[in-house]
């Protein structure tokens, strides 16, 4: 696995919607994720919804880094 990235800056954010985030070493380019909070239709429960815009040759190691990183918020929340 290649060097993750480690610091990140808003570049949008919607009250009660989504926020935008870019990795600085993204600056500059059209990369980024957004983090959602949705409510599920058929159970009315909450699913954190994660989207990253990356490099096509980064897919891989972002998939295990929000992977690892939901893994740790779960842990913490006792889930």
């Known amino acids: ?4 990235p480690t610091k ?6 919607k009250a009660s919607s989504y ?5 600085e070493e993204d600056k500059g380019t059209e ?8 409510t599920l239709e058929v ?5 954190l919804i994660v989207t990253d815009f990356s490099e096509e040759d980064e897919k891989e ?9 939901i893994e740790v918020l779960r842990r913490k929340m006792g889930m």
Do not use: H, P, S
């Open 31 to 38: 990369n980024y994720f957004e983090l959602k909070i949705t």
């Open 8 to 13: 990140c800056v808003i570049i949008i954010k």
């Open 1 to 4: 696995m290649g060097k993750l």
């Open 19 to 23: 926020i935008r985030f870019q990795w």
């Open 61 to 69: 190691d972002m998939i295990l880094l929000w992977n690892k990183q």
């Open 43 to 47: 159970t009315g429960g909450l699913a």
